[in-house]
């Protein structure tokens, strides 16, 4: 009887455990937005814990600035049937090219049209993430490539004004250095170079001549295309030598400590200087298109997908929900730099640099981003860090150029 009894409890406190166990509720969230790029995906995961306490957020970042190191973290765990229950991952070639072309990703177009989102979306970025008749994720922001900082009261020390094209910048960079000054433009390691090449090219190529690079339409050995080699050799002239160990931060201090005088970076700039160094926009730095690209928003979005095979389903499409809300996308861009994907933000919440960013994104062309996912796929976009590195070590235009073809042959760009 005594042992039966024993029996009862021990049945009962496993059962108990048991379903303790299966009421555990769980949400992993990938990015690499960690460190200084942490607050507003923050601000996005407290409201999530506020508006479903239940379900813990593991927030797994990898640091490492445009996901350098996070997405070859993510494919590991992709190729091995542990993927996270959300992702950050580029709108545009990056995430069709790679998880949507191997039937990774679940098909979101139920989520968009239960939420009511077919409308609320500007029409181009819902072409970008869809692929075959499915929409693949949830964008969260607009981020600005081609955008050059600057800090004001060095420039007007230094009697120069931002340039508006890059042979300007390249006379400019000139002056400054006849003034002593030995690196007018701060890069960092080898993603902002690249960074760097794609508003090179925009200014040089302008913008139909751009988009045809990524459609096949033009080649890289085109004397045109060559001619942004060329530039962009002299305009890294005008860089600081140590590029290869700084991060995109560091770039940026030197612009802000007046070591420097420019600095071509994404907007997240503008989180980092607005949001963790509290700096006023148009007081504590200052910004322009860079070179020869005003009138274009050279653009890409980070969004967030569900993945196949996850167990946290449900705990995912809320989080897809929250991401894609006017209340989220508000919370999380003002302090990220980046303006709403929606529609229908509140621009009063926004800072002065984002709200220009608005405007342009409405007034202007649009144009994708190379490094960051828009318009080629990662068999292309990681092949060319090695173009490059071939271009850095020979300064060889042509055989840069010839490099690119190749990747591009290779990989069939644009077809
Ligand atoms: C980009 C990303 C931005 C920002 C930046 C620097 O690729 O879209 O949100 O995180 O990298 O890390």
New binding site residues.
């Given amino acids: 009887m005594r042992r039966n009894r024993s029996f009862l409890v021990l049945g009962i406190l496993a059962a108990g455990l048991a379903s303790g166990l299966a009421q555990a509720k769980e949400l992993e969230v990938f ?3 960690a460190g200084d ?1 942490g607050p507003a995906l923050e601000a996005l995961v407290k409201m999530y814990k506020a508006k479903y306490p239940d379900v813990s957020v593991v927030n797994a970042t990898v640091t ?4 350098v190191n996070a997405r070859a973290v993510l494919k590991t765990r992709m190729l091995s049937g542990d993927p996270p229950d959300s992702f ?1 991952v ?1 709108a545009g070639q990056e995430l069709i090219g790679t998880w949507v072309v191997a039937d990774r990703m679940q098909d979101l177009t139920p989520l968009y049209k239960s939420e009511g989102w077919m409308t609320k979306f500007p029409k181009g970025l819902l072409d970008l993430l869809s692929y075959k008749g499915g929409i693949w994720s949830v964008p969260v ?1 607009i ?1 600005r490539s081609n955008v050059m900082w600057y800090n004001p009261a060095k420039l007007k020390e230094w009697g120069v004004t931002p340039p508006k094209t890059w042979p300007e910048f390249l006379s400019t960079c000139a002056k400054l250095k006849a003034k002593g000054l030995e690196a007018p433009l701060a890069v960092g390691e080898n993603w902002t170079q690249q960074h760097l090449w794609e508003s090179v090219a925009l200014g040089t190529l302008g913008t139909t001549n751009y988009g045809k690079l990524w459609k096949g339409q033009i080649k890289f050995t085109d004397p045109k295309a060559v001619k942004v080699w060329e530039t962009f050799g002299k305009v890294m002239d005008c860089s600081n030598k140590d590029a290869s160990g700084l991060s ?1 931060q560091q770039a940026t201090d030197r612009m802000l400590e007046g070591k420097a005088a420019f600095n071509i970076m ?1 907007d ?1 700039a503008a989180g980092y200087m607005a949001t963790t160094k509290k700096l006023e926009p148009g007081k504590g730095f200052g910004w322009a298109a860079s070179p020869g690209t005003n009138g274009t928003f050279l653009m ?3 969004s967030f997908g569900l993945p196949k095979g996850v167990k946290n389903v449900t705990e995912v499409n809320n989080w897809l929900k929250l991401l894609g809300s006017q209340a989220g996308q508000d919370a999380f861009n003002p302090l ?1 730099g ?1 303006i709403a994907a929606r529609l229908d933000s509140d621009v009063s919440k926004y800072n002065s640099y984002s709200q220009s960013a608005a405007k342009d994104w409405k007034a202007n062309k649009i144009a994708g981003s190379l ?3 828009a318009v080629a796929p990662e068999s292309f976009t990681s092949q060319f860090g090695s173009v490059m590195e071939i271009y850095l070590s020979s300064k060889n235009a042509n055989a840069a150029a010839q490099a690119a073809q190749e990747v591009a042959d290779k990989i069939n760009l644009g077809k």
């Fill in positions: 990015s690499w937005w790029e490492g600035g445009a996901g950050q580029h922001n981020h995109w994404g997240w890409l979005s980070d990220k980046s490094y960051h996912g």
